[in-house]
């Protein structure tokens, strides 16, 4: 594959991934309670991996090709962030010890932030739109296998990014909990912004 080309899709996807978001605002609040960043994380990673995999398939352009379905999918996922965005403004998390957490805490983590990255269709249409522009028709290498490797860089700049995020978010707030309760209800008000972003740049579709 063209080194050149995949050292430029890094650039252009550490961009995307620093800038703050429903992913941010997850491995916050995942920050919040101990032990949580890891399956938080591995959640948001899952989705993007499902993503990558759908465009790799060919399927992504059939899916985006499809009103009904692409509206079907913003749907699902600014219901996903409506639903986290309105539990986190109405329990906003405070640092906890491990012991203090549920038995599935892990699980339902995990299965939270697949379900943010992994239903927002703004990630799904911008791997759509980025991946295939970083692809090399001259080299031996099929294209869904560039696809499936670029998409991959991009999942390890998120696993880097978000751990940093939800960590640091707990290093600074473990000891202040109104400031903690405040960082929470503010990633909850953003998530219902994003939520409600995705159904009126859908409606104007």
């Not at 609040?29 to 759908?54: C, F, K, Y």
């Not at 549920?102 to 990255?117: E, K, L, M, P």
Request: hydrophobic share 60%.
């Amino acid at each position: 594959m063209n080194i050149a080309l995949l050292a430029a899709f890094w650039a252009v996807s550490i961009m995307f991934v620093i800038t703050p978001g429903a992913d941010w605002a997850y491995a916050i609040s995942a920050g919040m309670r101990d032990r949580a960043v890891p399956p938080a994380v591995a959640g948001l990673l899952l989705g993007h991996l499902v993503a990558t995999l759908i465009v790799a398939a060919g399927v992504g352009a059939l899916i985006a090709a499809i009103p009904l379905a692409l509206t079907m999918l913003t749907i699902l996922g600014a219901a996903c962030l409506l639903w986290l965005g309105t539990g986190l403004i109405a329990n906003p998390p405070i640092p906890v010890a491990a012991d203090q957490q549920g038995q599935y805490s892990w699980r339902r983590w995990a299965v939270r932030g697949a379900g943010i990255s992994g239903l927002n269709p703004k990630v799904f249409l911008l791997f759509l739109a980025l991946l295939p522009q970083f692809t090399d028709v001259s080299t031996a290498w099929p294209m869904p296998l560039q696809i499936v490797a670029l998409g991959s860089v991009h999942i390890f700049n998120c696993a880097i990014i978000y751990l940093m995020v939800g960590y640091a978010s707990r290093a600074i707030l473990r000891t202040r909990p109104q400031a903690a309760r405040a960082v929470g209800r503010v990633s909850g008000i953003l998530m219902i912004i994003l939520a409600i972003a995705l159904v009126a740049e859908s409606q104007l579709r």
